[in-house]
């Protein structure tokens, strides 16, 4: 928890030239320093900014669905961007986690940032606060809202979907309750249960 307050736990700088976005959690602080972990988005190629939200309906021990919000983020509509090597920085953070993992250290990672489709999502406490700012600066749209419905009742794979994602947002407790709630897992085997989903992207 202490790297939650070093000066390197920053996600979003902006400057004259654009935005830089930190790819690495805090979480993930035994990653290597000197590897890279920032994007650079010119402010040309920043086409538009919104407030992204997911929500879902989780099972609970009571045997009642639970609205929980999964995700708050700050999503980028990107322009004349190459993809391909924002998705290959990603994954290479990915592999050296792995790498990590197997050494013996935590199981689980955090990744605050994803490409969904042609967005760019970053993940943060209060996007609107961060948009407050920057909507001076940049073209905002609409808030984007994205259900996930009841996940009790949904395909096995959606509901994997979920717990990958609850794993890899730092929330792995609330996978592990989930997959728990779900399949009826004892503790040990919940946690084996979402390690597997995770080793396998």
């Known amino acids: 928890m202490m790297g939650f307050f070093e000066a390197s736990n920053w996600q979003l700088h902006a400057g004259a030239d654009g935005l830089y976005v930190k790819y690495r959690s805090y979480m993930n602080h035994e990653l290597p320093a000197d ?3 920032v994007l650079h988005l010119a402010k040309r190629k920043i086409a538009w900014l919104a ?3 997911t929500r879902a309906l989780l099972p609970t021990a009571k045997g009642r669905d639970r609205l929980m919000h999964v995700e708050r983020a700050l999503a980028f509509g990107l322009r004349e961007v190459d993809r391909a090597a924002i998705a290959a920085a990603l994954a290479a953070e990915r592999r050296q986690w792995v790498a990590t993992r197997k050494r013996g250290r935590r199981r689980f990672a955090d990744y605050p940032v ?3 489709g042609e967005d760019l999502r970053v993940r943060l406490r ?3 606060h961060a948009l407050q700012w920057l909507g001076r600066h940049y073209p905002m749209r609409a808030a ?3 259900d996930r419905g009841a996940i009790g ?8 979907s979920m717990l990958l994602e609850l794993a890899e947002s730092g929330r792995s407790f609330d996978a592990i309750a989930l ?8 503790l040990k085997d919940a946690e084996e249960f979402v390690e597997q989903l995770a080793g396998r992207r």
């Open 114 to 116: 994803r490409l969904d």
């Open 144 to 146: 984007i809202e994205r």
């Open 153 to 160: 009742k949904a395909p096995q794979a959606e509901q994997e």
């Open 51 to 53: 407030e992204s939200r």
């Open 179 to 186: 997959a728990r709630q779900l399949y009826g897992y004892d």
């Open 126 to 128: 209060r996007p609107r």
């Open 35 to 37: 590897t890279p972990s």
